[in-house]
C-alpha cells in the first residue's frame, strides 16, 4: 500500500452507525474510509420508519441512501467489500477485505452490526427466495392475495412482520415457541391483536419445510397441532428470529465482551479495551435491548469524536518521537 492509502480511522459497515461515524470524522477532519458489502444495514431492510426524529414517515433504504450521500459530500471513500481480518501491530492496525486489499489506519470503528438466526432446518437456505425469506418488510409485497404466509418468531420484528403481511395475505400464522411474546412494542401488539387473519400459534415451532427444489415451500409442520392439524399449506414462511452480533473479528483482537449478550462491551465514548479500537451500533451493548437507527446514529458520531481525540493524541506522540539513527556499518 502507499502511503496515500493509510487511512487515520477505518469504518467497517455500511449502516447508520458507520455513515455516522464516517461523516462526524470526516467534519472533525481526520480521514475515514468506509468499508462493507451489505448496503445500509438493518435499517435499510425496515420498509417504512415512523421514529426516525425530523421524519414522520422515511422508507429504510431511502434514509440510509440519504445517510451515505452525507457522507459522500464530505468525499468519504466507500469500499464495497466486508472486513475479513484486522490484526494490530506497532500502535496501528492494519484490515484485511473480501476483495483481496490491506488497509492500515491509525484506528478502526466496528459497526458491522449483526447477523440473522436461522431456524436450522433441511431446505431452508435453498429455498430463499422460493418461500424462505428473512425480512418480512422487503418481501411481504410479494404475497399480495397469496392464500397463507407463516411468521416464525415472537420479538417486535416478529409482531412487525405478521401486522404487516396480514396487509397482503389471507392467513398468517405467527408461530413462537413460547406462550407469551418476547417484549414487542406496546402498539405493535394493540395493531397485532386487531388484525383478525392473523392466528396467533403459541407453544410450538416450525419442525419442517416441505416442498421440492423445483417449486420451492409448499407447506410447513409445527411441532404440536393448532387447531387439529400440525401441517398446514403455505405460499412462504418469514423467519424473524433475531440476530447475533459479528463477534469474530472483536474476538480475534481479544476484545472484551459482554458476557450475556455477546456484544462488544464499550464505555461511554464507544472505546472498547483495546486502544484505538472503538465499536458503535447493534454490535455494542451501548444502548442494551434498544437497537434503533436513532441509538445507531449516534453511537457513532460519539465513536467518530473519540477516534478524533486518540489519533490526535497518536499523531502528537508520532511528531516528539526521535527519529531512528541509521546503522553505519563498521569498516
Not at 409445527?222 to 423467519?239: A, C, H, I, Q, T
Not at 479500537?277 to 473519540?306: E, N, Y
Request: proline share 5%; aromatic share 8%; hydrophobic share 40%.
Amino acid at each position: 500500500m502507499t502511503s496515500e492509502s493509510r487511512y487515520d480511522v477505518l469504518i467497517g459497515g455500511q449502516g447508520a452507525a458507520a455513515y455516522a461515524a464516517a461523516l462526524y470524522a470526516a467534519r472533525y477532519q481526520i480521514k475515514p474510509i468506509v468499508v462493507g458489502e451489505e448496503f445500509g444495514g438493518e435499517t435499510a431492510i425496515s420498509g417504512s420508519i415512523e421514529n426516525y426524529p425530523g421524519y414522520v414517515d422515511i422508507d429504510g433504504f431511502d434514509l440510509m441512501t440519504k445517510f451515505r450521500d452525507q457522507a459522500l459530500k464530505y468525499e468519504v471513500p466507500i469500499v464495497g467489500a466486508n472486513l475479513e481480518r484486522i490484526t494490530k501491530q506497532d500502535g496501528e492496525f492494519l484490515s484485511e477485505l473480501s476483495d483481496g486489499s490491506k488497509i492500515p489506519s491509525v484506528a478502526v470503528i466496528l459497526a458491522i452490526g449483526r447477523e440473522r438466526r436461522k431456524l436450522g432446518l433441511p431446505h431452508e437456505e435453498e429455498w430463499i427466495g422460493k418461500g424462505v425469506s428473512y425480512c418480512s418488510t422487503c418481501d411481504a409485497p410479494l404475497y399480495k392475495g397469496r392464500r397463507a404466509v407463516a411468521v416464525a418468531g415472537g420479538g417486535n420484528a416478529a409482531v412487525e412482520g405478521a401486522i404487516l403481511l396480514s396487509k397482503y395475505a389471507r392467513d398468517i400464522y405467527l408461530v413462537y415457541r413460547r406462550e407469551k411474546f418476547f417484549r414487542p412494542e406496546p402498539i405493535n401488539l394493540r395493531l397485532l391483536n386487531e388484525r383478525e387473519n392473523v392466528h396467533q400459534v403459541m407453544g410450538a415451532e416450525i419442525i419442517e419445510l416441505i416442498g421440492d427444489d423445483e417449486a420451492g415451500l409448499k407447506a410447513i409442520r409445527l411441532s404440536r397441532p393448532f387447531n387439529g392439524k400440525d401441517v398446514y399449506e403455505v405460499d412462504g414462511v418469514f423467519v424473524e428470529i433475531g440476530a447475533d452480533p459479528r463477534a469474530e473479528i472483536p474476538k480475534a483482537l481479544k476484545v472484551d465482551l459482554n458476557p450475556e449478550t455477546n456484544e462488544v462491551h464499550v464505555d461511554k465514548m464507544m472505546r472498547t479495551n483495546v486502544p484505538g479500537l472503538f465499536a458503535a451500533g447493534d454490535l455494542t451493548d451501548a444502548s442494551g435491548p434498544l437497537k434503533q437507527t436513532v441509538t445507531a446514529a449516534a453511537q457513532g458520531a460519539i465513536a467518530a469524536l473519540a477516534t478524533y481525540q486518540y489519533v490526535s493524541e497518536h499523531r502528537s506522540e508520532q511528531s516528539v518521537r526521535p527519529a531512528k539513527k541509521e546503522a553505519v556499518a563498521k569498516r
